[in-house]
């Protein structure tokens, strides 16, 4: 069995990062022994900001060093044995009530024995091997999936496997793969040495200022081969490569102090004169060319407008010889050989970088002179000259500024654009590695960010393209399911082309529904695919709720003038009078629930619910469930697990535990940004929500939300979990869900449409 060693690259993270702690290390004994039972290796990253983290890494290092090596005769039982120490003392500290770690490691332990890699895995932390050209998941499905995290179990399973000389590992902070996809660093670490690989991945991640992944990058080599390439085998002796700056506590002080520094630095004579080189160097390859432009238009359409006006006045035209045959002005009052003053006002400011603009100036003082010197008629054709030369500067001007401040607007959106979709990407990398929550956060701030350029006027066309992109995985990663091809499995039309029915229920493969106006119980066989009115069901007064007890093969009906409580009997497709309930307003209650076959009915006109116990052959006296005083006036329904979920027009969901509120609250549906399709908006708030249902045997919340066409589901902490649009969906009448189908039904008018969940 070959003994093998690492060359081993590093990437660490020189700035801590404040919301985890994170810790990189390679233990190599120096006894010989200990030394050929295998090297250590650990990568722990601990979501949390509590300064106590550090504590609970160095513990998990140094349980696993001094477990690992008490019997040195099998790498495999020696990890298990030191893994279980691990999560004996997890459990202690959770005991203690240190739990801030629960649920938030992220780590990957390893040893090398030999050739055998032995490995286990918690949390987000990946581990890749390079092999034959091909990137292998080692660390797949070994961290554990359970729903509450138990300290015990932080650290579960173990991967063992042969290594082959020439093979790459890489284990690394879950970051490392949102930047990179595995192709690319499957060509990485193929092609350079580890050292050499972390040198290239820290250049390409320092450009994005990415500073926070902590990483290994291992080939697998012999002492020998190590010795001829002059290199050395100690891997705690790796060099690393580091992400980000030092910052200790002076550093902290000078960067605070270091604007101030630049502020005196810019305004010093130095700085001055830099900042001059800097302004001559602008102006000689971004303004002076624009001015001679603008110069070079401006002489054509006054020479233009000059040769127009003195056609008309019958006056000499200067045309290309103005100033030749302004010679005489120029040189008024100067001796002959010598320049006049105007020409040498005229020529002097061609020595200054602003040339041009004082030459500009210049003419416009010339003009204003010649026209004090030429009689009326010259007057007046050298007044307009100015006033037109004036006009065409200006303007030029103006609309040179406002290119200037166009370019550099377009430039700032560019580089939002560049972020925004850096971010959408690697969001995209964060679905495919499994990390749901991370890629959530991901969108979510594209999605922010974005709202600042959606409306520019700069990449309108990238721009839209991102948006779709954006909303098309945001679809993906918030499961917004769209059924528009959906056809309903059931139709009661059959009975009356003109129904109007109201709530659903199912049982023993058949739909239920009722007529207020016709006062009638309808039913339909998904076997027979028949719709029937209930045969023998008579009602006294009016129907007003359909609901079903704890046996779900009873429906409940209840009817007002008389207030009464009917039962059907699915199995025996039967109607029986159960109760008579005397002095209640039951036709103000929006909705009506039962658990443990009591009754409870929602009246927002009073602002409480009301509770009915079952008894042997009727019901009691209604009692009060809230204990406190609450605003129920826009209450539309209400369902009943353990604790009663009353849904708001608005919206929100009141939840009340034995008659007391809770702090129960929905999370936001995802965004939606815009779409070309009006069809594909999906509403970011519940519009006309009308149903609410869940019951002790349903692990979540379904909403019937009428105003969006859609069924939005939640899990019973509140947090959102999956919608299901349709157009079909555009006449929502009420829903049922049906554990034992794991399907919704949908009433939409007088159809059924039936969704899978």
């Not at 961290?143 to 042969?162: C, H, M, Q, W, Y």
């Not at 002179?369 to 009326?376: A, I, Y």
């Not at 076959?597 to 602002?607: A, D, F, H, R, S």
């Not at 069809?679 to 869940?694: S, Y």
Request: with cysteine.
């Amino acid at each position: 069995m070959p003994n093998f060693v690492t060359k081993v690259g590093k990437i660490l993270s020189r700035q801590k990062s404040p919301d985890r702690y994170t810790l990189v290390s390679i233990f190599k004994p120096k006894d010989i022994e200990e030394r050929n039972h295998g090297v250590l290796y650990f990568i722990l990253e601990i979501l949390s900001p509590d300064p106590a983290m550090s504590r609970v890494a160095k513990m998990i290092e140094d349980t696993v060093i001094e477990e690992y090596y008490q019997n040195t005769s099998n790498g495999l039982t020696s990890l298990e044995h030191a893994l279980k120490k691990v999560n004996d003392a997890l459990a202690n500290f959770a005991e203690e009530g240190e739990v801030g770690w629960v649920g938030k490691i992220n780590g990957i332990i390893a040893t090398l024995e030999g050739n055998t890699l032995h490995l286990t895995q918690a949390g987000t932390v990946e581990a890749y091997m390079v092999r034959g050209g091909k990137m292998i998941h080692v660390s797949e499905g070994l961290s554990s999936a359970a729903d509450r995290p138990n300290p015990l179990k932080t650290f579960v399973n173990i991967t063992s496997g042969e290594l082959e000389l020439g093979d790459r590992l890489i284990f690394s902070t879950s970051e490392l793969f949102y930047h990179f996809s595995l192709d690319d660093l499957k060509r990485i670490v193929a092609k350079f040495p580890p050292a050499q690989a972390a040198t290239y991945v820290v250049k390409a991640l320092q450009k994005e200022e990415i500073e926070c992944i902590n990483t290994l990058v291992l080939e697998l080599t012999t002492e020998e081969a190590l010795h001829e390439e002059g290199g050395e085998a100690e891997e705690r002796n790796a060099m690393a490569e580091w992400i980000g700056e030092e910052t200790p506590a002076l550093q902290k002080y000078v960067a605070k102090a270091l604007p101030i520094f630049n502020f005196l630095l810019r305004n010093s004579k130095k700085g001055l004169t830099e900042g001059f080189k800097k302004s001559r160097d602008i102006y000689k390859e971004r303004i002076s060319p624009n001015i001679s432009k603008m110069h070079q238009e401006a002489s054509r359409k006054v020479n233009e407008k000059v040769s127009e006006i003195a056609q008309k006045k019958g006056l000499k035209t200067p045309g290309q010889d103005f100033w030749d045959e302004n010679e005489k002005f120029f040189k008024k009052g100067a001796k002959v050989g010598e320049k006049g003053p105007q020409q040498e006002l005229f020529e002097a400011p061609r020595r200054s970088i602003f040339a041009p603009v004082t030459k500009v100036l210049v003419i416009i003082k010339i003009t204003i002179l010649k026209v004090k010197d030429r009689g009326k008629e010259q007057s007046q054709l050298y007044a307009i000259i100015g006033i037109l030369l004036i006009t065409v500067i200006v303007v030029s001007s103006i609309f040179s500024y406002q290119n200037r401040k166009a370019i550099a607007k377009r430039n700032e959106i560019a580089q939002k654009y560049e972020q925004i979709a850096i971010k959408t990407d690697a969001s995209i990398k964060a679905k495919e590695l499994g990390d749901e929550k991370k890629s959530r956060e991901l969108l979510t701030q594209a999605q922010e960010e974005i709202k600042a350029i959606i409306d520019s006027k700069y990449m309108g066309s990238e721009i839209s393209v991102l948006i779709e992109k954006i909303d098309a995985e945001s679809e993906k990663l918030f499961l917004v399911k769209r059924l528009n091809d959906i056809s309903p499995i059931a139709s009661f039309t059959a009975i009356d082309p003109t129904i109007k029915i109201e709530g659903l229920y199912k049982s023993k493969n058949k739909l239920f529904s009722f007529d207020k106006e016709r006062n009638t119980v309808l039913s339909y066989s998904l076997d027979t695919k028949n719709a029937t009115k209930i045969a023998g069901a008579y009602f006294e007064g009016n129907l007003v709720h359909l609901t079903t007890p704890d046996n779900k093969d009873i429906a409940l009906i209840a009817t007002t003038n008389p207030n009464s409580i009917y039962s059907y009997n699915a199995g025996s497709d039967k109607v029986d009078k159960k109760a008579q309930i005397t002095g209640e307003a039951w036709s103000e209650a929006t909705g009506i629930g039962t658990f443990f076959n009591n009754i409870y009915l929602l009246v927002p006109k009073e602002n409480q619910i009301y509770k009915y116990v079952a008894l042997t052959n009727n019901y009691g006296s209604k009692t009060a469930y809230l204990k406190s005083n609450e605003n129920l006036a826009d209450a539309v329904d209400m369902a009943i697990d353990s604790s009663i979920y009353v849904l708001m027009k608005d919206g929100a969901v009141n939840q009340y535990l034995t008659g007391e509120r809770t702090a129960f609250k929905l999370s936001a549906l995802p965004t939606q940004m815009k779409s070309n399709d009006p069809a594909k908006i999906t509403a970011e708030k519940l519009l006309d929500p009308i149903r609410i249902i869940t019951t002790k045997d349903l692990g979540s919340i379904f909403i019937a939300d009428r105003g969006a066409k859609r069924v939005v589901v939640y899990d019973k902490e509140g947090n959102y979990k999956a919608q299901y649009i349709s157009d079909k969906f555009n006449d929502l009448k009420d829903i049922w869900v049906s554990k034992e189908d794991n399907k919704v039904y949908v009433l939409s008018g007088a159809d059924v449409y039936e969704v899978g969940l």
